[in-house]
């Protein structure tokens, strides 16, 4: 079937008419004849199987089992009214109940007669019960086509009430594959269905709408899986080939003497190979003539400050500027002083711009950015004001570039006619496969390797009920001369809550640790910018001993004499992010503590974080357990959610696949950029189709 017929509007479908198309469009976004072959089943039924009540699970799976109703009753309740019947087999007795359409059942319903019922038992009472069961009459279900799986699609609570149930989207689909015979354009080409073994689309779209059997619906779901992967990865390469072809970048040819110099003279302690690998592949980027776009990936405390400064010195040295961009004021301060300290003595001049810089210093900042004084650029979002002009910006560093959408990435981008190179740092460790598809229109750097003399951070779950101890413990560290962190979650939705349980927490430990032998740091949320960097400022001087914030510190902050960690509610936090906070100790020579606290009640979910937090240190292995506690959509942050929408894929079980694809894609485009090759046609139609009815992601800036 040619692909302008599978977009007509779904409205013209038979079965479908305007309501029922405004509401498959509002719930589902399906618009056309095209949509509507993409709603693939989540999972299928196996209907082969019939159940007797007494081997029914408390469980939530769907059963079928075959029995009569022996008796019916109606029964009235402060709520409403509903209809019980008496449902048994050979084995025992159950329940079947509704609520609504309670007459047309009373009146149709056979008593004593055999019935396929099908539906989700619940556990009710002692007793098994069946909220409104499908029911077919024995004799006809018999006579009936037998679909050996039942595919159950995606719905909404919306759609089912609109009377969209699965039995109707079912309908809809066989009244597709009627009006379309079932025919459908071939979107791969001969080699790649030859060398992989593919079954054809048309065979593939009925087989996974309509299973023949189990092997089919393997092979349907292998051959659409791997399209839908092939594409993407075709286009994240193909975006990655082409960028390079095309835009144009800065060509950093020396070295230069602000490097030289640093290098040589200046540099506080060796490179990690991992760091000097970077840097290399970082020069080769900058001498390359195409624009850099580089993610740097490493662990916290990994040392990626010191590969940054060194880049933008490149920059320096080849006659540009560079800008350095944190995602919250107190970040940005601690870059600033730290390159100041760097850089003392060197002729390289460095300015910082935040929120609060008075009018009058932030003029000059302006002025000295376009007349090319300042060389170095450090800030927070401030540096994307339109205001914020460089005389010849070269390069922009993003660290922590979780916190920055793609939109504020691609404006910085927008501010020259040839874009500054990129270097986005990230301390989050994404799992290479995702990185790859989240991120193909980038180059990824990976520091694998912590400074040397690094102590691993002793990590222990202890409950609320024993924070005496804990007291005690943060006593002695602090009569060593050690600084503590008390971190409290805050989430939005429960901010007020939250931010009670803080100031309760920093109550109790004022009480037990009284001036003036000690000295508390406090920084959340509510206050103003001032006032946590004035608090921040004490903790880092070390005037104050115990810094008690919200999660304002999980990201980039440098306390070397802070040794222990103590997270609070630590059940609430994401595996990521306690890493991040654990990465805050462990920067000094001292031994360094994490300690999770929490309540005795917890989910198996928070229980794995806690056991993978205490067993280990690695922030992939712990990116992996996250990701399959989590699923890759919530990994990535509400921003980039929607990103991993995939239609039939799953990044994390067809890990495989996903690589198969990328493979192909690959040694495609590489053989032939523009698909231009008759045995690509297939594909350069394909995807120009997608691009053009936007069925493909198009979130990459
Ligand atoms: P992150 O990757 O988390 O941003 P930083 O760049 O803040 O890590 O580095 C963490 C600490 O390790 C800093 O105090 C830094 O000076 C130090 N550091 C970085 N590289 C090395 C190295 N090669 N040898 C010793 N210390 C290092
Ligand atoms: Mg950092």
Redesign the pocket.
Known sequence: MNANYLQTPIAYLKGVGPNRAETLQSELGIGTYQDLINLFPNRYLDKTHYYKIRELQRSSAEVQLVGKIIHIKTIEQKKGKRLVATFTDDSGEMELVWFRGQKWIRENLKLNTPYVIFGKCNWYSGKFSMPHPEMELLATHEKGLKIAMQPIYPSTEKLAAKGITNRVTNKLMQQLFIETKGQFTETLSPSLLHELKLISKSEALFNIHFPKNQELLAKAQFRLKFEELFYIQLQLISKNLSHKQKIKGYNFDQIGEPFNDFYSNRL?????GA?KRVIKEIRADLGSNAQMNRLLQ???????????LMTMLLAIGNGFQACLMAPTEILANQHFN?IKELLEGMNVNCALLTGSVKKSARRLIHEQLENGELHILVGTHALLEDKVQYKNLGLAVV?EQHRFGVAQRSKLWHKNEIPPHILI?T?TPIPRTLAMSLYGDLDISV?DEL???RKSIKTVHRFDSNRLKVFGFIRDEINKGRQIYVVYPLIQESEALDYKDLMDGYESIVRDFPQPNYQISIVHGQMKPADKDYEMERFVKGETQIMVATTVIEV?V?V?NASVMIIESAERFGLSQLHQLR?RVG?GAEQSYCILMTGHKLSSDAKTRLETMVRTGDGFEIADVDLKLRGPGDLMGTQQSGVLNLKIADIIKDNDILHTARHHALQILKADPSLEKPENLVIRHTYAQLVKHKNIWTYIS
């Open positions: 506080p302690f060796d490179l990690t760091q490493g662990d916290v405390g990994s040392g990626k400050t010191i590969v940054a730290g660290d740092m301390a520091i400074p040397p003399g980039g440098n070397p990465g920067r």
